[in-house]
């Protein structure tokens, strides 16, 4: 089994609004990520979660507050968002890294975000 | 720094037939790891095949193969029996090995192509 749940599909919300993203994974992985993917691009990384600590943020603003209450869960906390926010979130997770194995993420099915 | 190269943006190919694409990719990097991604129209990011730099045997996953080049860095992925389902973009990824103890492991991705296949 390798399903990443993330919930909600769609999500429209105003700038003064606060939202959250949520994704679950029940793989017993230990490294889970955070994805930014504009229409026909590439994903971007955000947020690298190792163990339950960020161990990556690729300088993002912090109107996005990650969170990770437990090595199956993941959030995304939004708040005071622009419209050039709205995009495809992308949760992924993958084994974690316990000595040196290949790290394959596996990736959710996506939050369509609309900031109005 | 890693780089992920697709040259070609989009294809076309009739269904029953083989279509190939183009990956090169430029690291520094001995021990990594190469992905192919397909994201069809629903959006969801689907693991296609994965190949270890150090495995000189090309990987295969049923009508899905590649040919890994490693001294030309080379890694396109060959689609046999195209089937309908099979439109998506694709896009061809890199991962370095992670050692012990780093913590997070990082994809590049390249642009995409766009694959459509024709009934």
């Known amino acids: 089994d390798t399903e990443v749940t993330q919930t909600p599909k769609h999500l429209v919300m105003g700038m003064t609004n606060k939202k959250s993203l949520k994704c679950e994974q029940h793989m017993g992985h230990r490294a889970m990520y955070w994805y930014k993917q504009k229409a026909k691009k590439p994903p971007e990384l955000m947020f690298v979660y190792s163990y339950e600590k960020l161990s990556i943020n690729e300088s993002v603003p912090s109107r996005f507050s990650p969170e990770c209450p437990n090595s199956s869960l993941l959030n995304l906390h939004l708040h005071a968002l622009q419209p050039e926010d709205s995009a495809l979130y992308l949760c992924?997770?993958?084994?974690?890294?316990?000595?040196?194995?290949?790290?394959?993420?596996?990736f959710g099915p996506g939050t369509r975000l609309t900031v109005l | 720094a890693q780089t992920v190269t697709q040259s070609q943006p989009e294809m076309s190919v009739q269904e029953a037939e083989t279509v190939t694409l183009s990956c090169t990719y430029d690291t520094s990097e001995n021990n990594y790891y190469l992905f192919w991604y397909k994201q069809p129209p629903s959006r969801q990011m689907i693991l296609v095949i994965r190949?270890?730099?150090?495995?000189?045997q090309n990987a295969t996953e049923n009508r899905f193969s590649v040919n890994f080049q490693k001294a030309a860095k080379s890694f396109s992925l060959k689609i046999s029996d195209s089937q309908l389902g099979d439109t998506a973009m694709y896009f061809c990824a890199f991962m370095k090995h992670a050692y012990e103890g780093t913590s997070g492991s990082r994809l590049t991705f390249g642009e995409g192509t766009q694959l459509t296949v024709n009934p």
């Open positions: 992924a997770s993958s084994q974690g890294l316990a000595g040196g194995s290949t790290d394959t993420q596996y």
């Open positions: 190949q270890e730099a150090y495995k000189q």
